[in-house]
């Protein structure tokens, strides 16, 4: 398949994806240069931090794949499912909107029940 390069969503003329899931900053109208510093967060999606006048803002790199080539509405679906579950496999094939996260099946299974129980306490105990 050939790789196409389409601008990310709020950061039209910076930043361009991949249909393969991979980022890159532009340069100038001819130049682009590849991100360097993608790293997994706690669910193991690969995420990447994009900078713009000076603020960061942490971004998963499959959710930018799929607003940009599926077309999809940033505000709709901000969760994106792996269809093979192989949370390194970011390309469009690969990927399709989630309404929540209760749709990923593979990340329920990287918590035991008491660490959700824990987490969510801990939540709970700071919102008070």
């Given at each position: 398949?050939?790789?196409?390069?389409?601008?990310?969503?709020?950061?039209e003329g910076i930043y361009v994806v991949s249909n393969h899931g991979r980022v890159a900053r532009i340069?100038?109208?001819?130049?682009?240069?590849?991100?360097?510093?993608?790293?997994?967060?706690?669910?193991?999606?690969?995420?990447?931090?994009?900078?713009?006048?000076?603020?960061?803002?942490?971004?998963?790199?499959?959710?930018?794949?799929?607003?940009?080539?599926?077309?999809?509405?940033?505000?709709?679906?901000?969760?994106?499912?792996?269809?093979?579950?192989?949370?390194?496999?970011?390309?469009?094939?690969?990927?399709?909107?989630?309404?929540?996260?209760?749709?990923?099946?593979?990340?329920?299974?990287?918590?035991?029940?008491?660490?959700?129980?824990?987490?969510?306490?801990?939540?709970?105990?700071?919102?008070?």
């Amino acid at each position: 398949m050939e790789e196409i390069w389409k601008p990310c969503y709020r950061y039209e003329g910076i930043y361009v994806v991949s249909n393969h899931g991979r980022v890159a900053r532009i340069l100038n109208e001819d130049t682009m240069s590849e991100t360097r510093s993608p790293y997994r967060n706690c669910y193991g999606h690969w995420m990447i931090s994009l900078r713009y006048g000076g603020i960061s803002h942490e971004c998963t790199i499959c959710v930018l794949v799929a607003h940009a080539h599926l077309n999809v509405v940033w505000e709709d679906a901000f969760y994106v499912q792996h269809i093979d579950e192989n949370k390194d496999n970011n390309s469009v094939d690969n990927l399709e909107p989630s309404e929540s996260r209760v749709n990923h099946p593979g990340e329920n299974r990287l918590l035991s029940p008491r660490q959700w129980r824990t987490r969510w306490t801990k939540n709970a105990e700071v919102a008070r």
